[in-house]
């Protein structure tokens, strides 16, 4: 995306777009209580929440690629999809532990919310102090790894349905414990590393961005692609706590 640097009325700022942010998590913490509820009370839910956050985001998406100053109505819309989503299979994953036994304190959701306010910490904190920078190498390398991830994703998905598992994509793998659920572990952390390496980009991409003072409409937009990258390591998280909390199966 390039931002124009024509002067504005009112330009976007860092407090603005952690406001925009703020709500934005607001609304997915939201989207998720109430997509466990969901779930909860009619099991059947799952995949209509699931087809729906898929609808959703495909939607905003193309929405905002399109216009993004329809970030204002997107980035709130794609929270409550993607907090449904990930509270509805922090509520399956959790019922499968508990029918093996397993309690995670404070249950899986708790857990990958935590793990991801760590990490968001530690890249702004690491960023801030100039540890790390996205320059054009850092942005290509992860860049590359990341469509390398999202290719093998797909190519595992698809081989689920002959049947064969690939650790650390999926979470089926994990239920049947042995070598493939520690290896999948281990898969799990890299690609978890590499989700948390786009927050240092999307840091760099804003401070670029509102340097050249671009409209305060901007925030919005900004704040939708903290929350695509948000979504990602959340996801990345609660998966890692489902396979450690399965490791402790003795079975």
């Not at 036994?101 to 306010?117: E, K």
């Not at 042995?178 to 948390?196: D, E, P, Q, T």
């Amino acid at each position: 995306m390039l931002f124009r640097s024509a002067p504005v009325a009112v330009p976007a700022t860092i407090p603005g777009v952690v406001q925009k942010t703020a709500l934005a998590v607001t609304f997915a913490v939201a989207g998720g209580i109430g997509g466990a509820a969901l779930v909860k009370a009619v099991p059947a839910a799952m995949i209509g929440i699931m087809l729906g956050s898929m609808v959703v985001t495909l939607v905003t998406y193309f929405a905002i690629w399109r216009n993004p100053a329809r970030a204002a109505w997107g980035a709130p819309l794609y929270a409550v999809a993607q907090g449904a989503s990930m509270g509805a299979l922090a509520l399956v994953l959790d019922a499968a532990l508990a029918s093996r036994g397993i309690s995670a304190l404070g249950g899986l959701g708790l857990q990958a919310f935590v793990i991801t306010l760590a990490i968001t910490a530690g890249m702004l904190i690491a960023y801030r102090a100039g540890l790390i920078r996205p320059t054009a190498t850092f942005v290509a390398v992860v860049s590359t790894l990341t469509i390398g991830v999202a290719i093998a994703g797909l190519v595992a998905f698809l081989l689920s349905f002959f049947g064969i598992h690939i650790p650390g994509f999926g979470v089926t793998e994990a239920m049947q414990g042995g070598k493939g659920a520690w290896i999948g572990i281990g898969i799990n952390v890299l690609i978890l590393v590499l989700a948390s390496m786009w927050l240092v980009i999307d840091f760099g991409a804003i401070e670029s961005a509102i340097a050249t003072r671009v409209g305060k409409e901007y925030e919005w937009y900004f704040a939708f692609a903290l929350m695509v990258t948000l979504v990602w390591i959340y996801l990345e998280a609660l998966k890692l706590a489902f396979r450690l909390a399965m490791a402790q199966d003795r079975r």
